[in-house]
């Protein structure tokens, strides 16, 4: 579909410099960004005749902006929100996640990641960077729902967690090309779940394929003494001796990293994926971010499991990313709200590889949503972009589009989106459960 978006305020992300004008979506992509004016002027400039439109969308100057990339999260575990609260870490994981995730099969993780995917919509987010089982009926789940998802390998040691190395490997060839919608990453759960032997296959892997791998990675102080009690170094050194990060990547969480740590990372050019809420729930710590910003690390934001957060919900990440970085540090200039903007689109784009899908621009990925202005939490507009930040709700969500497809407007899914069916299916799968 054709699609004339007009008297939008845009921010582009390019730059954080609000203009005022259209943008044109043609199928799947970003056909014109700019002031607008004249019709035919704007045609002739993109070389075209002329322009059907299926709609014409006055935005009555609300703001267009590219979607935020949930570079972390476990779609699925959406069964056990509010299931498990109020625990530390490891009882949380090892008492009751993973009991209850042995139980589930694949047909249930495809119902709910639907339930995870209606509300990446309503928060604005338009890409996700999941790891959990079965990916085949995550990536089956997505696509139907119109989601882009990139997923990770989440390779352990843990009995029924993950299967084989081949396994892996099977997915990384078929999940690349199951539908342009979906990617998919090598990766492993974490040092604390996976044996030596393991850690060097995987490495081995992203040798092969010269491929980055992603896993979860000095999320607590509890896993980074345990490493070094193993191996006599801290987790990242350890998978650094190893050659796993030789063609890219990074870490899920990074809160407890050292100086050593963190120029490994700067001189690999590895991602941080940054998970405040889930960090803060379950007292793992507060990441060190204006350090990691220092050293010029691409920091991108993740909301993490609906377990742990508990809910997906990027404008609370984004607050919590600079509330904590200022309260760590001492100094309330840290981590200024326009970087922590930029992490949670163009960061995070980098990190997921999703390169066309980082800026508003002509040629990229129609991945676009459309921000209420006129209501009280946005008012007055002193600076849009920072106010997103600071005071921006998922209630400020007017339109989420996916790969030029308008998957929530104005409080309702799309028509081929039935959410009474997904709401009853996982009420359903953990009555069955429990």
């Not at 000095?218 to 050659?243: F, H, I, N, Q």
């Not at 030789?246 to 690999?268: L, N, P, R, S, T």
């Not at 002509?362 to 939490?377: C, E, R, S, T, Y």
Request: proline share 3%.
């Amino acid at each position: 579909m054709n699609y004339r978006f007009y008297h939008a305020k845009i921010l582009t992300m390019e730059t954080t410099t609000i203009i005022e004008g259209e943008l044109w979506v043609q199928d799947d992509k970003i056909l014109y960004v700019g002031e607008g004016g004249d019709a035919a002027a704007i045609c002739q400039s993109l070389s075209i005749e002329s322009i059907l439109w299926d709609r014409e969308i006055d935005c009555e100057g609300n703001l267009l902006m590219p979607g935020f990339k949930d570079a972390h999260t476990h779609s699925a575990m959406t069964f056990l929100r509010s299931y498990a609260d109020d625990l530390p870490l490891q009882d949380w994981l090892f008492q009751q996640v993973f009991p209850m995730e042995a139980k589930l099969d694949g047909e249930m993780i495809y119902h709910l990641t639907k339930l995870a995917v209606l509300e990446y919509l309503t928060s604005g987010i338009t890409s996700i960077f999941d790891m959990y089982l079965s990916p085949e009926d995550t990536a089956r789940a997505c696509v139907e729902m119109g989601m882009r998802c990139v997923q990770v390998s989440g390779a352990s040691g843990q009995e029924g967690f993950e299967d084989s190395l081949a396994k892996m490997e099977e997915r990384y060839h078929s999940l690349n090309n199951f539908d342009p919608l979906h990617s998919y990453f090598i990766g492993f759960h974490a040092e604390y779940t996976c044996s030596k032997a393991l850690l060097e296959q995987v490495a081995a892997m992203a040798h092969k394929y010269k491929a980055p791998v992603f896993t979860h990675l000095s999320e607590t102080k509890a896993e980074v003494e345990g490493c070094r009690e193993r191996y006599g170094m801290s987790p990242v050194k350890l998978l650094d001796s190893l050659g796993m990060f030789d063609y890219g990547g990074g870490g899920y969480h990074c809160v407890w990293m050292d100086e050593e740590d963190m120029d490994i990372f700067a001189k690999k050019g590895l991602s941080v994926v940054t998970n405040p809420g889930s960090n803060t729930k379950l007292a793992s710590g507060i990441a060190p971010i204006s350090a990691y910003l220092k050293r010029g690390i691409n920091v991108a934001v993740g909301t993490d499991g609906p377990a742990s957060n508990n809910c997906l919900d990027m404008f609370r990440e984004m607050f919590l990313v600079t509330g904590l970085a200022k309260l760590r540090e001492q100094d309330a200039a840290a981590v200024d709200a326009l970087e922590v903007l930029k992490m949670a689109t163009v960061n995070g784009a980098k990190a997921m590889n999703l390169p066309d899908t980082d800026v508003l621009a002509a040629g990229k990925q129609a991945d676009v949503i459309l921000i209420d202005l006129h209501q009280p939490n946005m008012q007055p507009l002193n600076n849009i972009a920072k106010n997103l930040v600071y005071s921006g709700s998922k209630q400020n969500v007017k339109m989420t589009m996916v790969c030029g497809r308008i998957l929530y407007e104005n409080g309702q899914f799309a028509k081929e989106i039935d959410e009474g069916e997904i709401y009853g299916k996982a009420n359903e799968i953990i009555n069955n459960l429990k």
